[in-house]
């Protein structure tokens, strides 16, 4: 069992910053990747930022490219995001998602775990 504990959501005017934190626990070595997701008032659930935790690598939507920033800490236990220039359409619900995988014989079984999320409003 994963468990995500989200934080750093808040109120915050248009140009300012935000970092939101998630932080694992539990059975978190087989974790190999880590992602922010979020959801505004009647919209879909959509990715914002997605990292490894083997190779570091990263992506991110387009409407946030150039603006957020994903990354690990040194245990590799906890994930950031790095909010600048914010915009009122980011104004969201903010979750992360960690995916583990466990091996079981010959056969690899994967698992999503969702953190319970944290309210960004950004607004004048």
């Known amino acids: 069992q994963v468990q995500l504990v989200e934080s750093g959501g808040g109120l915050v005017q248009p140009g300012g910053s935000l970092r939101l934190s998630c932080a694992a626990s539990?059975?978190?070595?087989?974790?190999?990747?880590m992602s922010w997701y979020r959801q505004a008032p009647v919209k879909e659930r959509e990715l914002v930022a997605a990292?490894?935790?083997?190779?570091?690598?990263?992506n991110y939507s387009d409407s946030v490219k150039g603006r957020f920033t994903i990354s690990l800490d040194n245990g590799k236990n906890t994930v950031y995001l790095q909010m600048n220039s914010l915009k009122p359409e980011d104004t969201a619900v903010y979750y992360c998602?960690?995916?583990?995988?466990?091996?079981?014989?010959?056969?690899?079984?994967?698992?999503?775990?969702w953190g319970q999320g944290t309210q960004v409003t950004v607004s004048s």
């Open positions: 990292i490894t935790t083997t190779g570091g690598s990263t």
């Open positions: 998602k960690a995916e583990r995988t466990v091996l079981d014989g010959y056969v690899n079984h994967e698992y999503d775990y």
């Open positions: 539990g059975f978190i070595f087989s974790i190999y990747a």
